[in-house]
């Protein structure tokens, strides 16, 4: 479960790394004509004036693929112009004249970016891919242009020398100190020859990320599954292996297709009865990444950490993840990896013991054979059932997508907060799989204008994520756009979609990045939602998956997608029961996982080429998380948090965030549950807030005191170290 990073819409609007995917090979997708930056910006481009649309929502009804160079293009010049006024303007440096004049900078940039990046993460073309190939150099040197600008500079740093002595409100104030850290934090103290090697730096790091998360997805895609022999797939139902079936087809190929998700485990493995398919999936996924050429990543992400390192070598940093975590709430990487270690023990001994219950179970029945990972979804799915009595299986008729949303979601979200939703059939969309709902505040008040894309498509990046079409400010008048994005497998036509427990959790959580983004009252649109710290970001969406089995939620949306029965007392608490099973291994692979990515981002400046598979099992038997039956969530090869994403040095941020929302729900359970007036407060005192202050004494003010780790290890089922 992810969420793109947030659009911060100053100048750092999206962030470079997340934009860009480019080489990667489509099946069943007419190739179209390439696109040149020649092709002219006029009013008869979609982006050039504001969308007409309710909140403005993006147009794809009228938004064809060669829009988007010249728009983008037009976009960079035109934010460059209007910095170039507020660098040249010949008056003293004000907040007005510096400070929120950067606010209203590039709108035709942040329109484009949005829609751009939302269809090219969920629908990407060979078009689009060519438009993301050529930009990628030029959006990083656009950054550049303007965090490195010196006359620029001078005027924020000149009214931030000031600030105490101008009487700014507390959110214009926070607003002076993020844009001087974030000057000073780019590089603006550099003197110019150090600058134009940060610009190289810069360039050739979106070129690599660009590179692989081209590969990535290529890689993903070839390594599913695929096979003709239907007794391969014993224990699959008959709707999976028509769905199995439908994706084969879909790629003219004969048989039947399994595609990867993005984790290293696979969700089918818990029901194939065949070790040797259940290995070759493992396999594939472990392996999709490191089969040689043209897909291989690791060269790629070898060369990305060392650039990283010298990058922070530059910024005056000793390593990358001390100048990336300078703004986060850890504040240092020797904070993170304090957390983090301090819960290798509790992890790694659950998960010791869970496997030892699976290998018992394994003797007894004669398999003749030591546990390994890919069979460990199998054997400790019968595990669960044998202790809580459990099938999937008896669980997903109760599950049926529409109704977790209405009578899950948005039910949960009218209780606390007093909300609706209304679906618009009338707004267009980019892909026909995306409904939209429009928001209304508890007064009928328009609030948002929300976005659901669940189902998985070959041409959509793996995981799940939220992000923005437009951005709430008060200041640009703007209400939120918000979107999320799933990979649920899409059932054949005229069946229903019912997801397994895991899906409905996702759900959950990124509807909670969504109310996040949805519920934001900010004047400044860099301040605005979910433009917060990567460690804080999570808290929001990991919070709202507590609601998912809050009873008075749980019983509302759990009905037989056939009868409308309820789901039966005894197996609804059968799943309350099994919540914390299976926690040693789930807590452990996402450990190592973090760990991974703070042990390449720690690298000292200078450090030779590592070889990733040696640096990985390095890595894993010095932290102690070399459990050959439980690997990291992600390997180094296809990390696409850290290479292709914002997450780099901060995959931490999950665990973090983890901490921060079960103090919230424990919180919230103390304090009467779900109710209006606990939503209400916080709504009010955090969810609305975005950043406009600081994270850590805006939670401390709403929670009543500091955050323990406690909380965390109680809802995992996870004893507290001693």
């Given at each position: 479960?992810?969420?793109?990073?947030?659009?911060?819409?100053?100048?750092?609007r999206?962030?470079?790394?997340t934009?860009?995917?480019?080489?990667?090979?489509?099946?069943?997708i007419?190739?179209?004509p390439?696109?040149?930056?020649?092709?002219p910006?006029?009013?008869?481009?979609?982006?050039?004036?504001?969308?007409?649309?309710?909140?403005?929502?993006?147009?794809?009804d009228k938004?064809?693929?060669?829009?988007?160079?010249?728009a983008?293009?037009?976009?960079m010049?035109?934010?460059?112009?209007?910095?170039?006024?507020?660098?040249?303007?010949?008056?003293?440096?004000?907040?007005?004249?510096?400070?929120?004049?950067?606010?209203?900078?590039?709108?035709?940039?942040?329109r484009?970016?949005?829609?751009?990046?939302?269809?090219t993460g969920a629908?990407?073309?060979?078009?689009l891919?060519?438009?993301?190939?050529?930009?990628?150099?030029?959006?990083?040197?656009?950054?550049?242009?303007?965090?490195?600008?010196?006359?620029?500079?001078?005027?924020?740093?000149?009214?931030?020398?000031?600030?105490?002595?101008?009487?700014?409100?507390?959110?214009?104030?926070?607003?002076?100190?993020?844009?001087?850290?974030?000057?000073v934090?780019?590089?603006?103290n550099?003197?110019?020859?150090?600058?134009?090697?940060l610009?190289?730096?810069?360039?050739?790091?979106?070129?690599?990320?660009?590179?692989?998360e081209?590969?990535?997805?290529?890689?993903?895609?070839?390594?599913?599954?695929?096979?003709?022999?239907?007794?391969?797939?014993?224990?699959?139902?008959?709707?999976?292996?028509?769905?199995?079936?439908?994706a084969?087809?879909?790629?003219?190929?004969?048989?039947y297709?399994?595609?990867?998700?993005?984790t290293?485990?696979?969700?089918?493995?818990?029901?194939?009865?065949?070790?040797?398919?259940?290995?070759?999936?493992?396999?594939?996924?472990?392996?999709r990444?490191?089969?040689?050429?043209?897909?291989?990543?690791?060269?790629?992400?070898?060369?990305?950490?060392?650039?990283?390192?010298?990058?922070a070598?530059?910024?005056?940093?000793?390593?990358y993840?001390?100048?990336k975590?300078?703004?986060?709430?850890?504040?240092?990487?020797?904070?993170?990896?304090?957390?983090?270690?301090?819960?290798?023990?509790?992890a790694?001994?659950?998960?010791?013991?869970?496997?030892?219950?699976?290998?018992?179970?394994?003797?007894?029945?004669?398999?003749?054979?030591?546990l390994?990972?890919?069979?460990w979804?199998?054997y400790?799915?019968?595990?669960?059932?044998?202790?809580?009595?459990l099938?999937?299986?008896?669980?997903?008729?109760?599950?049926?997508?529409?109704?977790?949303?209405?009578?899950?979601?948005?039910?949960?979200?009218?209780?606390l907060?007093?909300?609706?939703?209304?679906?618009?059939?009338?707004i267009?969309?980019?892909?026909?799989?995306?409904?939209?709902?429009?928001v209304?505040?508890?007064?009928?008040?328009?609030?948002?204008?929300?976005?659901?894309?669940?189902?998985?498509?070959?041409?959509?990046?793996?995981?799940?994520?939220?992000?923005?079409?437009?951005?709430?400010s008060?200041?640009?008048?703007?209400?939120?756009?918000?979107?999320?994005?799933?990979?649920?497998?899409?059932?054949t036509e005229?069946?229903?979609?019912?997801?397994t427990?895991?899906?409905?959790?996702?759900?959950?959580?990124?509807?909670?990045?969504?109310?996040?983004?949805?519920?934001?009252?900010?004047?400044?649109?860099?301040?605005?939602?979910?433009?917060?710290?990567?460690?804080?970001?999570?808290f929001?969406?990991?919070?709202?998956?507590?609601?998912?089995?809050?009873?008075?939620?749980?019983?509302?949306?759990?009905?037989?997608?056939q009868?409308?029965?309820?789901?039966?007392?005894?197996?609804?608490?059968?799943?309350k029961?099994?919540?914390?099973?299976?926690?040693?291994?789930?807590?452990?692979?996402?450990?190592?996982?973090?760990?991974?990515?703070m042990?390449?981002?720690?690298l000292?400046?200078?450090?030779?080429?590592?070889?990733?598979?040696a640096?990985?099992t390095?890595?894993?038997?010095?932290?102690?998380?070399?459990?050959?039956?439980v690997?990291?969530?992600?390997?180094?090869?296809?990390?696409?948090?850290?290479?292709?994403?914002?997450?780099?040095?901060?995959?931490?941020?999950?665990?973090?965030?983890?901490?921060l929302?079960d103090?919230?729900?424990?919180?919230?359970?103390?304090?009467?549950?779900?109710?209006?007036?606990?939503?209400?407060?916080?709504?009010?005192?955090?969810?609305?807030?975005?950043?406009t202050?600081?994270?850590?004494?805006?939670?401390?003010?709403?929670?009543?005191?500091?955050?323990?780790?406690?909380?965390?290890?109680k809802?995992?089922?996870?004893?507290?170290?001693?």
């Open positions: 479960m992810t969420t793109n990073p947030p659009r911060q819409p100053l100048l750092s999206t962030p470079i790394a934009l860009i995917v480019a080489g990667a090979i489509f099946s069943g007419t190739a179209r390439a696109l040149t930056a020649d092709t910006f006029g009013p008869s481009n979609p982006f050039y004036a504001p969308s007409k649309l309710p909140f403005q929502a993006p147009p794809f938004i064809k693929d060669a829009d988007y160079l010249p983008i293009e037009a976009g010049a035109e934010q460059r112009k209007e910095i170039r006024v507020i660098a040249d303007n010949p008056a003293p440096p004000t907040f007005e004249n510096t400070i929120v004049a950067m606010e209203k900078t590039g709108q035709l940039f942040d484009v970016m949005a829609a751009f990046e939302g269809v629908n990407l073309n060979p078009a891919q060519k438009v993301k190939d050529a930009e990628a150099p030029k959006l990083a040197a656009h950054t550049d242009a303007i965090f490195l600008d010196p006359k620029l500079f001078a005027r924020v740093e000149a009214v931030y020398k000031q600030r105490q002595s101008l009487n700014l409100d507390p959110e214009s104030l926070r607003l002076v100190v993020y844009d001087y850290d974030k000057f934090h780019s590089g603006a550099l003197p110019p020859a150090e600058k134009a090697k610009k190289k730096l810069n360039q050739e790091e979106a070129t690599l990320s660009t590179a692989f081209s590969k990535l997805l290529a890689a993903t895609k070839a390594a599913a599954f695929l096979t003709e022999d239907k007794d391969a797939l014993a224990g699959l139902s008959d709707a999976q292996l028509k769905a199995a079936a439908q084969a087809r879909e790629r003219k190929l004969n048989g297709l399994i595609p990867l998700q993005n290293t485990q696979q969700p089918d493995l818990s029901e194939l009865t065949q070790r040797s398919t259940r290995q070759a999936i493992f396999e594939n996924s472990w392996n990444a490191e089969r040689g050429a043209p897909n291989d990543t690791r060269d790629t992400i070898a060369r990305m950490a060392q650039l990283r390192a010298e990058k070598k530059l910024l005056g940093f000793p390593n993840a001390a100048w975590l300078e703004d986060q709430m850890a504040k240092t990487p020797e904070a993170a990896l304090k957390f983090i270690d301090a819960l290798v023990p509790g790694t001994a659950r998960a010791v013991s869970e496997a030892g219950d699976i290998q018992s179970l394994i003797d007894a029945q004669k398999g003749g054979f030591q390994q990972p890919w069979d979804e199998f400790s799915e019968q595990v669960r059932k044998a202790k809580y009595d099938n999937e299986a008896e669980i997903k008729p109760y599950l049926e997508l529409n109704n977790v949303l209405e009578n899950g979601l948005f039910y949960a979200a009218n209780q907060y007093g909300i609706t939703f209304h679906e618009h059939k009338d267009p969309v980019y892909h026909p799989d995306v409904r939209v709902f429009e209304s505040d508890s007064g009928g008040k328009p609030l948002a204008l929300w976005y659901c894309d669940y189902f998985k498509r070959d041409n959509k990046n793996g995981g799940a994520w939220m992000d923005n079409f437009v951005q709430q008060k200041l640009l008048g703007t209400l939120p756009v918000v979107y999320n994005v799933g990979n649920f497998s899409k059932p005229g069946q229903p979609a019912l997801l427990f895991d899906d409905v959790t996702t759900m959950f959580h990124e509807f909670g990045h969504a109310l996040h983004g949805m519920f934001s009252d900010a004047r400044y649109p860099t301040l605005s939602g979910t433009a917060t710290p990567r460690d804080f970001v999570e929001p969406s990991q919070f709202n998956e507590h609601w998912a089995t809050f009873p008075a939620v749980m019983d509302h949306y759990t009905k037989h997608y009868t409308g029965a309820p789901m039966p007392a005894e197996l609804a608490a059968k799943i029961k099994a919540a914390t099973f299976n926690q040693g291994y789930e807590f452990t692979e996402l450990v190592a996982a973090a760990e991974l990515d042990q390449w981002h720690i000292p400046p200078g450090a030779p080429l590592e070889n990733p598979d640096f990985e390095g890595v894993l038997e010095k932290t102690k998380l070399a459990l050959s039956y690997p990291p969530r992600y390997r180094s090869s296809y990390f696409l948090h850290i290479w292709g994403n914002e997450y780099s040095a901060g995959y931490y941020a999950y665990l973090w965030s983890e901490m929302d103090n919230a729900f424990q919180w919230f359970e103390d304090h009467g549950g779900l109710t209006r007036a606990n939503g209400d407060r916080f709504r009010q005192m955090v969810l609305s807030r975005g950043n202050e600081d994270l850590a004494k805006m939670f401390a003010a709403w929670l009543g005191g500091e955050p323990k780790i406690d909380p965390m290890l809802y995992r089922g996870i004893a507290a170290p001693k």
